[in-house]
T-cell receptor
Framework: DTAVSQTPKYLVTQMGNDKSIKCEQN?????MYWYKQDSKKFLKIMFS???????INETVPNRFSPKSPDKAHLNLHINSLELGDSAVYFC???????????????FGPGTRLTVL | QKEVEQNSGPLSVPEGAIASLNCTYS??????FFWYRQYSGKSPELIMS????GDKEDGRFTAQLNKASQYVSLLIRDSQPSDSATYLC?????????FGKGTTLSVSS
């Protein structure tokens, strides 16, 4: 059974296009995240949602907009794609919301975005 | 800026040796610490979590935490070629995990 899944696995697109990445978790977790891993393998938090509510919005261009239709899904929409957006985007989920801290996070397989 | 620092490596050890991976963090308020392993082209997978000062052992892996020194380490005993990967230290900072840049481990047979 896939715990955290993402689609698509690979995404190649032109500069200026708009694209979306979807994420779903079947673990019953309350909290979901989007991370970006750049070419130097640095993994950085972008967004966090708890029960469909935005908790973290790091310094990310407003071209990136997360959407959580329910607590099992967290999608990432990117407008006006730029070359610097090329990276691997990981979705993750966490089982426990302890009010002020996160717990173990489980990662999806990643989406490799290439902007030409 | 809250930071998590790791030596990028590569750290090279022969098969059967002990690999020692180190991590320091800047936020004294952090309470939860994690080690993830990431194979090339794959997603991070959790190896160990540690919350209290001292050692925590799980099979060939031992995590060590010293909150006073703001230091967390991972020891891998009897290293195997299959342990060759990038190891990411992650520190809880409120509602998020802050990751180090990872240490690449290479185990030669």
């Amino acid at each position: 059974d896939t715990a955290v899944s993402q689609t698509p696995k690979y995404l190649v697109t032109q500069m200026g296009n708009d694209k979306s990445i979807k994420c779903e978790q079947n673990l019953g977790h309350d909290t979901m995240y989007w991370y970006k891993q750049d070419s130097k393998k640095f993994l950085k938090i972008m967004f966090s949602y708890n029960n469909k509510e935005l908790i973290i919005n790091e310094t990310v261009p407003n071209r990136f907009s997360p959407k959580s239709p329910d607590k099992a899904h967290l999608n990432l929409h990117i407008n006006s794609l730029e070359l610097g957006d090329s990276a691997v985007y990981f979705c993750a989920s966490s089982p426990i919301w302890r009010g002020s801290s996160t717990d173990t996070q489980y990662f999806g397989p990643g989406t490799r975005l290439t902007v030409l | 800026q809250k930071e998590v620092e790791q030596n990028s490596g590569p750290l090279s050890v022969p098969e059967g040796a002990i690999a020692s991976l180190n991590c320091t963090y800047s936020d004294r308020g952090s309470q939860s610490f994690f080690w993830y392993r990431q194979y090339s082209g794959k997603s991070p997978e959790l190896i160990m979590s540690i919350y209290s000062n001292g050692d925590k052992e799980d099979g060939r892996f031992t995590a060590q935490l010293n909150k006073a020194s703001q230091y967390v380490s991972l020891l891998i005993r009897d290293s195997q070629p299959s342990d060759s990967a990038t190891y990411l230290c992650a520190v809880e900072l409120g509602t998020a995990l802050i990751f180090g840049k990872g240490t690449t481990l290479s185990v030669s047979s």
